[in-house]
C-alpha cells in the first residue's frame, strides 16, 4: 500500500488521539449509574478480565478510570440483570458488548468442529454430564459438582476438576455463558436460557468480522496499524487489510506517517485528525487498561516500556510485582506499586517510580489527591 499520501504525524498527536479515542481525556465521558458499564464496554469493544486481585481486578479498574461513580454491582447488573455485556476470548478473556454477539459465533463453530488446544483432554463423556446437569438443574458454579474424580494438573492454572474442564470447553464452544461472577467464581449457565433466545443471532461472515475489527479499533484506537488491531490474532490480518486497503480507496481511511514507527504502516479516519487538546487529567491505569495491554504501541506512542513483573522473581524486578501506569496529560510519568490490606483497610504504596525524569513536585500533589480517590474505590463495598 502506498505512504505517498500519507498524512505525517507526531508522537504527541498520536498519544492525544488515542486517549480521546479511550476517553481519558475528559472526566465521566460515559454518564454514571449502571448504564454507563454498557456504554463504556461497547465503545471500548471489550474490557479484559483478570484473576490478580493485590488491588481490586483490572475489569472493575478499567471502568473505574472512565466511571468515576463506578460501582462493582453496575457490571454486575449488566451481566446478569440486563444482560447487556458478556464473557468471551478476545485477545484475553474480556467482557463484550452482547450486541456483537454475532461477530463472535464464527470461532465458537470453530471450536465445536475442532475443540480447544487448551482442553483437548476433555472427554465426551465429561461434556454430557455437565450439560445434563445445567438442563436438568438450571444454573450452576464449579462447587456444585462434588463427585468428581480428580486428576493430574496439565499447567499451573489447570483445573484438577474433569468437570470445570469440560464447562470450559462447553464456554468456548458457545454452549454456555458465565451468568455471574462473584468474585472469580463463575456460574455457569445454558447460553440460550441465559439471554431467553429461541435461537441465537445469525453469525457474521468472516467479511463482517474484519469489518468488525476495523471498526472496533478505529472506535477506540483512533490510530490503527494491523498489530493493533488484531492483537495475538495474526490469522485475522489478510481479511482486515482488504477492508482498509478498500476504505482508503474510497477515502474513507488515510494512511498515517506516525514518527517513529519504520515502515510499520498505520490508518485513520480524516475526522480524527483534527487537533485534539492536550489532556490535563491524571488517572493511575491497571496493567491491563487498553491503553496499556499492547506493549509495543504503548511503547511506541508514548515512549513508555511497561515492565509486567507480577511473575518475575522479586530481586530482578524494578517496578515492583504489580505496578500501576500513572498517567498525567498526555505522558506517563509514573509506576506505583500498590497492594491494598483489606484487613486494615489501607491502601499500602510498596514503590514509587518516577519514569523518564526526577521527582516532579508538581504532579506529585496531583498523584496523590488521586491516590486518594483511588484507595477509596478500592475499599469501597
Known sequence: M????????????????????QRLDTAAPFGDGPQAVPAAVEHLGYVQIDTINVIERCHHHILWSRIPAYRRAHLHQAQSVDKTVFEYWTHALSYVPTKDFRFFIPDMRLHRREGH??????????????????????????????DDV????????????????????????????????????????????????DRPPKAATRGEVSTYLLDRALRAQGVVSLDSICHLDAPAKPGV?????????????????????????????PDVLEAAGAPQMVHILSPFDPLMIQRKRTELFFGYGHRFEAYVPKEKRIFGYFALPVLAGDDIVAALDLKTDRKRRKLLMQKWN????????????????????????????
Not at 470447553?169 to 458465565?178: C, K, N, Q, R
Not at 506529585?364 to 480517590?373: F, G, S, V, Y
Open 117 to 146: 488446544k487448551w482442553f483437548a483432554t476433555v472427554k465426551p463423556a465429561d461434556l454430557r454430564k455437565v450439560l445434563r446437569l445445567l438442563r436438568t438443574e438450571g444454573a450452576l458454579t464449579i462447587r456444585d459438582i462434588d
Open 150 to 197: 480428580l486428576v493430574d494438573k496439565e499447567h499451573l492454572w489447570a483445573s484438577r476438576k474433569p468437570s470445570k474442564r469440560a464447562l470450559q470447553l462447553a464456554f468456548y464452544t458457545g454452549a454456555v455463558t458465565v451468568s455471574e461472577r462473584s468474585g472469580m467464581l463463575k456460574t455457569y449457565e445454558l447460553m440460550q436460557r441465559h439471554f431467553g433466545w
Open 354 to 381: 518516577w519514569i523518564g525524569k526526577r521527582p516532579r513536585k508538581d504532579l506529585k500533589r496531583r498523584i496523590e489527591e488521586e491516590l486518594h480517590r483511588f484507595e477509596r474505590f478500592q475499599l469501597a463495598d
Open 2 to 21: 502506498s505512504r505517498d499520501k500519507s498524512v505525517a504525524m507526531t508522537g504527541a498527536q498520536a498519544r492525544r488521539i488515542w486517549l480521546r479515542a
Open 241 to 269: 487489510r482488504r477492508v482498509i486497503e478498500a476504505r482508503v480507496r474510497r477515502n474513507e481511511l488515510l494512511p498515517v506517517a506516525l514518527d517513529g514507527a519504520g515502515k510499520q504502516e498505520h490508518w485513520a479516519r
